[in-house]
């Protein structure tokens, strides 16, 4: 239960397990692992790649074990609540440690990042990369390495140990269904995408496309890129509003820039308009604003997949069978989680408080 973890940049190199470390705060998350203990319970897909509590044994040895995590960034509460999840699970190793690294949102810096790893000796990489094509050197270099390399929520075009992550594409049908139920079949929508190039972002917009497709009286008036956040969607739904008079809905690729559209509508005098927000990421907040009527649906992406990624990690070091695993359209092997429900007007009171993060929403300006 108790455990060494070190990250870098500071870098930090914790001592061996005693009680006392049980209760120092972890890096970046600020939880303690007794505290992140109590979480781990919560957790959705603790039953996949089961491990018990305790040292992981390798080749009949239970020596030290270093695993490397190159996050996307930790800006964005999302990011560190996946950080957490693994945080959890190595908590409950005292054998493994971390090495995590901040990529700042920088396909350069997070490829450095890869490679400062490999430097470092780890004996498993886990990488969520902040665009796919662009880390495909990087994960080249982790194979090369003979490294299980672990890719979760973003994949790679390229070969890897394996990638984990839910459907962004049926996860998105079931949100765009939604809007087109709502809408009657017809009406007009913009779109305020993730960042250009991600996977993710990709999957959500095929998975609109599919759903679409089925409704042609529903006319997209115009897509811009939202990058996640909520900064550059207020200029960019700001234009839409100049551009188009006439919008019934967004299909939002993430709560932020939802938050970041409603705020452009409110100043720009429109929520007259009774524009519909359909958007994704599975925050408690995110879910509050489905109850309060902000949010129309919400696309329940679950970040708490970091401890499926080190078990698989650790599964492979200790030559298990990873189950479930199998192949894809992608190189590689393919761990596909299922799908959480959508969540609407009829079920947000089930899962407020299923979500990740424990801060509240942004006020409506519209009310």
């Known amino acids: 239960m108790l455990k060494r973890l070190l990250t ?40 996949v790649l089961p491990l018990e509590d305790g040292p992981i044994t390798v080749g009949g040895e239970t020596k030290d074990i270093t695993i490397g995590f190159s996050q996307t960034a930790f800006n964005h509460p999302w990011r560190v609540s996946m950080l957490e999840s693994l945080q959890a699970e190595t908590c409950r190793h005292s054998n493994v440690k971390l090495v995590v690294l901040d990529g700042n949102v920088d396909v350069a810096k997070q490829s450095n990042d890869v490679r400062d790893l490999l430097a470092r000796g780890v004996d498993a990489v886990l990488l969520s990369p902040v665009e796919s094509a662009a880390l495909v050197p990087a994960a080249r270099a982790v194979q090369s390495a003979g490294i299980p390399l672990i890719v979760m929520d973003r994949d790679v075009p390229t070969d890897k140990t394996l990638f984990i992550g839910q459907s962004n594409v049926t996860m998105a049908e079931q949100v765009a269904e939604r809007m087109a139920k709502d809408l009657g079949g017809k009406g007009n929508i913009v779109v305020i995408t993730g960042l250009k190039g991600s996977s993710p972002a990709v999957d959500r917009d095929q998975g609109m496309k599919n759903v679409l497709g089925k409704y042609p009286d529903i006319k997209v008036l115009a897509v811009g890129d939202g990058q996640w ?3 550059p969607a207020v200029p960019l739904m700001e234009d839409f509003l100049t551009a188009h008079s006439d919008i019934n809905a967004i299909f939002s690729h993430a709560e932020e820039s939802s938050w970041g559209a409603q705020l452009a509508i409110a100043r720009a005098k429109r929520c007259g308009d009774h524009i519909r927000h359909y958007t994704f990421d599975g925050s408690n907040a995110g879910f509050k604003s489905v109850k309060a009527g902000t949010f129309s649906a919400d696309g329940n992406y679950t970040p708490f997949i970091a401890d499926i990624g080190l078990r698989a990690a650790l599964y492979k070091l200790m030559g298990k069978e990873i189950a479930g695993m199998q192949d894809y359209d992608m190189p590689g092997k393919r761990l596909l989680l299922p799908d959480s429900p959508t969540v609407v007007a009829e079920n947000a009171d089930e899962w407020i408080g299923r979500g990740w993060g424990n801060f509240e929403p942004t006020l409506d300006p519209c009310k």
């Open 8 to 47: 870098i940049l500071p870098i930090v190199i914790l001592p061996p397990a005693t009680i006392a470390f049980a209760e120092d705060a972890q890096p970046i998350s600020q939880k303690t692992c007794t505290q992140l203990l109590e979480e781990y319970n919560k957790l959705p897909f603790t039953s």
């Open 229 to 231: 956040i909520r900064e």
